[in-house]
């Protein structure tokens, strides 16, 4: 079995800054894409950032320039550090990753997701 345990959010001012975690264990060969994605209340998710094996990444223009993803392949964890946040940040981030297990199975995995809520 794979789970995915995000950490990290919270209540946050206008401008301030959070730094997302998610990390993933158990029965894990190899992890492909890390992907970061969010959901306000009302509205669907969307894809916030995303990064692959080799440390590529991708945003979406909402973020760019504000949140960094980053990945500790040791630690099967992957990172997002938030910035300059904004109101509209606000939802429940959740992480997703492309994992493959040593029965060659190959899934994508979603964590149970956090809370993040920028507001005065």
């Known amino acids: 079995q794979v789970q995915l345990v995000e950490s990290g959010g919270g209540l946050v001012q206008p401008g301030g800054s959070l730094r997302l975690s998610c990390a993933a264990s158990g029965s894990i060969f190899s992890i492909y894409a890390m992907t970061w994605y969010r959901q306000a209340l009302g509205k669907q998710r969307e894809l916030v950032a995303d990064?692959?094996?080799?440390?590529?990444?991708n945003y979406a223009d909402s973020v760019k320039g504000r949140f960094t993803i980053s990945r500790d392949n040791a630690k099967n964890t992957v990172y997002l550090q938030m910035n300059s946040l904004k109101p509209e940040d606000t939802a429940v981030y959740y992480c997703?990753?492309?994992?493959?297990?040593?029965?060659?199975?190959?899934?994508?995995?979603w964590g149970q997701g956090t809370q993040v809520t920028v507001a005065s």
């Open positions: 997703n990753a492309d994992i493959l297990t040593p029965w060659g199975l190959r899934s994508r995995y």
């Open positions: 990064i692959n094996s080799g440390g590529s990444t």
